[in-house]
């Protein structure tokens, strides 16, 4: 896979923010499926946002209102805007890309993680 590489981590208080970036330059598909991926210790990893190239975005229950991804297309970076953590939110956040045309949906639950062929090496989030 091609590695990808994530910024914007750190710690916080419980009801802060952070934003997450990920530049996706490399990744030249014109449809595609973007993600950001978590993994708490002790946890699988799992994906908490997705959007793909036609618009759709889809959130994990745990982070909806709370969470916004984007991806800015003339910079080519993919972001998570993420408000109000909470602790359960901290993890190792990891970006993730894929072409698709749109099957398998790109949701949280229907990619995994090993069939994205853009991966990240993760940026800590801390929430205290």
């Known amino acids: 896979h091609v590695q990808l590489v994530e910024s914007g981590g750190g710690s916080v208080q419980a009801g802060g923010s952070l934003r997450l970036s990920c530049p996706t330059s490399?990744?030249?598909?014109?449809?595609?499926?973007l993600s950001w991926f978590r993994q708490a210790p002790g946890k699988e990893r799992e994906s908490v946002a997705n959007?793909?190239?036609?618009?759709?975005?889809v959130y994990r229950d745990s982070v909806k209102g709370r969470f916004g991804i984007s991806r800015d297309n003339a910079m080519s970076t993919l972001f998570l805007q993420m408000d109000n953590l909470k602790p359960e939110d901290t993890a190792m956040y990891y970006c993730?890309?894929?072409?698709?045309?749109?099957?398998?949906?790109?949701?949280?639950?229907?990619?995994?993680?090993?069939?994205?062929?853009?991966r990240g090496q993760g940026t800590q989030v801390t929430v205290s």
């Open positions: 993730a890309a894929v072409g698709s045309s749109g099957w398998p949906p790109c949701t949280v639950s229907t990619i995994p993680w090993d069939e994205y062929n853009f």
């Open positions: 490399a990744f030249v598909e014109s449809r595609y499926c």
């Open positions: 959007i793909h190239s036609n618009g759709t975005i």
